[in-house]
């Protein structure tokens, strides 16, 4: 099981993005990568994960950029010492980054059909890009290594949910020898593709766009949001624990005559 101070690292390592300004300058970043670069998106249920999984931490340690999504982060970090930052979830900040790409060859490697080809068609509406080479989620990890080694994309856009589609990043990312953006976007093609819904945009100012999700997906989603809930809180107690253990300053115990005895003591 892994340490949570190997979990705070982690939080600790996601990109503040505070204003529309350092918005604009991680778009510009993410269009001029010069080597496989992994974009993921890290929740409360994603925490959950990392605490539960080694190999589950270990895929979002090799993470290149790592965004924090979500309400629940967002009340966790003032807890843990650190910043909020602007909700940088994926639903939304992925196609905003295809709309600002100049034209690219996209790969989508996830979901399933209708809801693949229904996507493509949303996207090939509203963006530049040529999305050369579909493929469900469901095939063994090694496949989208041979496709995107044959189609070589500039883009790669996984939609398999956590942490499957971090652990197929983390090999595309070793397996790759050109410059690609790997993105972790969840359930980003099934919105795309009308499968599930948006909640209305008061529901998502008033952080309550889980329920509505929770609301059509119950049975899917009810351990994530509801069990995971009580997880994700007793996470946090370890995680502050954690980071007051890291931070406590180390308090010399005993008096002098206990200090190690060295030769010159022995002799004497």
Not at 97 to 110: E, F, H
Not at 128 to 146: K, R
Not at 179 to 204: M, S, T, W, Y
Request: hydrophobic share 45%.
């Amino acid at each position: 099981m892994p340490n949570p101070r190997d979990v705070l690292e982690l939080i600790e390592r996601m990109r503040c993005v505070s204003s529309d300004a350092e918005r604009r300058a991680l778009l510009a970043s993410l269009g001029a990568v010069e080597r496989p670069t992994v974009l993921s998106f890290l929740n409360a249920h994603g925490v959950n994960v990392c605490m539960g999984s080694d190999p589950a931490l270990a895929a979002f340690r090799s993470s290149d950029i790592l965004l924090r999504d979500g309400v629940g982060l967002q009340v966790a970090l003032p807890l843990l010492g650190l910043p909020t930052g602007l909700n940088m979830n994926g639903t939304d900040f992925i196609p905003l980054l295809l709309r600002t790409l100049s034209a690219r060859k996209v790969a989508i490697y996830g979901t399933a059909t209708p809801w693949l080809d229904r996507a493509r068609a949303v996207l090939e509406t509203d963006t530049p890009h040529n999305y050369t080479d579909l493929q469900h989620g469901f095939h063994p990890v090694e496949h989208y290594v041979e496709q995107a080694r044959a189609s070589r994309p500039d883009v790669i856009l996984l939609a398999m949910g956590m942490p499957r589609q971090e652990e197929v990043a983390t090999l595309l990312k070793r397996s790759l020898d050109y410059p690609v953006l790997i993105v972790n976007g969840g359930a980003i093609v099934d919105f795309l593709a009308g499968r599930f819904k948006r909640a209305p945009e008061a529901v998502q100012r008033s952080g309550l766009e889980w329920a509505f999700r929770l609301a059509q997906e119950p049975k899917r989603l009810f351990h994530r949001y509801c069990t995971g809930a009580f997880g994700f809180a007793h996470t946090i107690v370890l995680l502050r624990r954690a980071s007051s253990l890291r931070s406590a300053p180390i308090r010399s115990t005993g008096s002098a005559s206990a200090a190690p005895r060295t030769p010159m003591h022995k002799e004497l």
